[in-house]
């Protein structure tokens, strides 16, 4: 996977963390992950489709997600686990989105597909879909990304050939 298809999902994550948590934020670890997907808590999973096409995972373990959706909420507990769910999709569509207009600024074009709650482990990378997992320290807790995205390789072909004509 390319630097630069995860550059801005880094840079999103941590201008969305640090604004919306007022804290400092810290990347973390950056791991390629070759096993299956298991989920740590409260996970929300994305869709993109277009020139990339894969999946974005934000996770938070369950202590961590009360205490993000605390600060968001502007309350000292959430008022229900729904919200809490809510709040973890909502992070996850306002990283995601910020990253895809940094990408479609560099000319790629995409389908972002609503935020939905991740309740099972996915599935192992492929030999063309690495995944990447991302751990964003903030004072509310870890936040974990997990992307996998890889070129189109219809639009990858399409590109290929209109650069030998």
């Not at 306002?94 to 790629?108: C, H, M, P, Y």
């Not at 972002?112 to 192992?124: A, M, N, Q």
């Not at 063309?128 to 997990?146: H, K, P, Q, R, Y």
Request: charged share 25%; with cysteine; hydrophobic share 40%.
């Amino acid at each position: 996977m390319k630097m630069e298809l995860i550059q801005p999902f880094i840079n999103a994550a941590d201008a969305v963390l640090a604004e919306g948590l007022q804290c400092s934020t810290t990347v973390g670890s950056l791991s390629m992950e070759e096993e299956a997907y298991r989920r740590k808590g409260v996970a929300a999973l994305i869709w993109v489709t277009g020139d990339i096409e894969g999946r974005i995972i934000l996770d938070l373990d369950p202590q961590t997600a009360v205490r993000v959706a605390s600060k968001f909420a502007g309350t000292e507990l959430p008022e229900s686990d729904t919200l809490v769910r809510e709040t973890v999709c909502e992070l996850a569509n306002e990283v995601t989105g910020n990253a895809i207009t940094s990408l479609n600024d560099q000319g790629f074009h995409f389908r972002v597909h609503p935020p939905i709650l991740h309740t099972e482990d996915g599935s192992k990378s492929s030999e063309d879909t690495e995944a990447l997992v991302i751990c964003v320290e903030t004072a509310s807790g870890s936040v974990f990304m997990n992307i996998a995205l890889r070129y189109n390789r219809r639009r990858q072909g399409e590109r290929a050939v209109a650069a030998g004509q």
